[in-house]
């Protein structure tokens, strides 16, 4: 055997580079779908809001009921993809919340009573949360065992960089839908496009996968020495609940969400609000155009500097410096905006700033455990669903109570700069269990 082969034990056999291409393309696609499922809702947030009678309390509540499911899963999605494999969790639960989103718009007319049909609403929100949080613990799990370590940066900000481009196609296309067919159209044709995707996944790449590696395995488990229960599938949480660098990650993850999220979230509303006049396609598009180059770009140059030799320590705190700082920065000075063009570039250079993230805290998990990558993502992930329901939540209540924009935008920026200083303090991308 080669060094390269030798490397490649059952616990982690790396993918050839064709393999790799067609997994970032599905997984890729796969970011894309769930982005666009999730952000519908904040989409069609203002017709829907109109329709049924909704204040902006009420819509926070819709809103931000998604991560309280989301919260749910996180550990339970690493766990089992670590256990069982991403390839199996993944499928299964793109089934359950593209078929939330497509029935959606049934419950909205399920009754006449205004307050039970706004707690139905809610609790599909909550499930499209629970089922959507096994996603990204899943294919955490699956690139950490799959990618060697200097290619991790790129491929998982180009996979990454496909929430981006859902949330694209949503804001685009969505508001086509919207405004040709109605908002209904728009959860139906999401909701079918993620049971083609999961479709597609389980019967083309991930079936070609196992009829590929399943004899391998079957074969190489007669050679390769038994591990221990111990190292290959429990993980040594007490070690790692000990150590500030985990908890520096968490907190740092914590405070970028809680910008993205309401970022996510808030943004078509702002618009409508502040701008009226302005096509709810260009807002829609444009902050999440210019993310995916800044995703991809951010893993490209995350490998390149590690290449180069530069500590994957400085570079995960240099990549969490330009998201941090310049979120918490472009979210000030759109405070002091007034222009339909200022608030829109700014807007944009915000969310283009989260897109480094994905080279970042995002990807830590993996260096900090490789081999418990997936439940440890799990444990950082469900941390920084916490703000989805807490700061969207917050942000509709502070704007019923105070009718200030830049109230949300600053403290949203506070929060940012807390997790920067945390982060650079205790932050590593060294291996600690």
């Known amino acids: ?191 079918i496009s993620g049971l083609a995707w999961m479709l597609c996944m389980r019967y083309i790449l991930i079936n070609r996968h196992r009829l590929k590696y399943i004899p391998m395995t079957v074969i190489e488990k007669r050679d390769i020495p038994p591990v221990s229960t111990k190292d290959s599938s429990s993980t040594p949480w007490v070690t790692l609940f000990f150590k500030l660098s985990f908890w520096s990650m968490l907190v740092g993850h914590f405070c970028e969400n809680n910008a993205f999220f309401i970022l996510l979230s808030w943004l078509p509303t702002y618009f409508h609000e502040n701008f009226p006049d302005a096509k709810g396609w260009v807002f829609n598009v444009i902050p999440w155009v210019v993310t995916i180059p800044s995703s991809i770009f951010g893993g490209w140059l995350a490998d390149f500097m590690i290449t180069k030799g530069y500590s994957v320590t400085f570079v995960r705190k240099f990549m969490n410096t330009i998201t941090m700082l310049g979120t ?23 969310v283009c700033c989260c897109g480094f993230h994905n080279s970042g805290i995002l990807v830590n998990p993996q260096d900090i455990a490789p081999k418990h990558a997936g439940s440890v993502f799990g444990i950082m992930n469900m941390a920084g669903a916490i703000p989805g329901f807490i700061g969207v939540y917050m942000a509709g209540h502070i704007l019923e109570v105070t009718k200030s924009w830049s109230a949300v935008f600053n403290q949203t920026a506070a929060v940012s700069v807390f997790g920067w200083v945390v982060y650079t303090l205790f932050g590593t991308g060294k291996q600690v269990i």
């Open 1 to 191: 055997m080669t060094d390269h082969e030798t490397e490649e034990t059952m616990e982690g056999r790396h993918w050839t580079r064709t393999e790799k291409k067609q997994w970032m393309i599905g997984l890729f696609c796969g970011c894309a779908t769930l982005y666009a499922c999730r952000t519908v809702m904040p989409l069609c947030a203002v017709p829907i809001a109109k329709e049924l009678g909704w204040d902006k309390t009420e819509s926070g509540s819709v809103l931000s009921a998604f991560f309280w499911g989301y919260t749910m899963t996180q550990f339970l999605g690493g766990y089992l993809s670590d256990r069982v494999g991403g390839d199996v969790v993944l499928p299964i639960a793109a089934c359950c919340w593209s078929l939330v989103t497509f029935w959606t718009p049934q419950l909205a007319y399920i009754s006449d009573d205004k307050f039970l049909t706004l707690r139905i609403i809610i609790f599909s929100r909550v499930l499209l949360g629970v089922f959507q949080g096994f996603h990204y613990p899943g294919f955490s799990s699956l690139i950490s065992r799959k990618i060697p370590e200097q290619e991790r940066s790129l491929t998982y900000s180009v996979v990454c960089s496909g929430s981006h481009l859902g949330t694209l196609l949503c804001g685009s296309l969505g508001s086509i839908i919207m405004e040709t067919y109605g908002w209904q159209t728009v959860f139906y044709f999401l909701g």
């Open 328 to 350: 918490a920065f472009f979210l000030v000075v759109i405070s002091y905006t007034s222009s339909y063009l200022g608030a829109l570039v700014c807007m944009a250079l915000a």
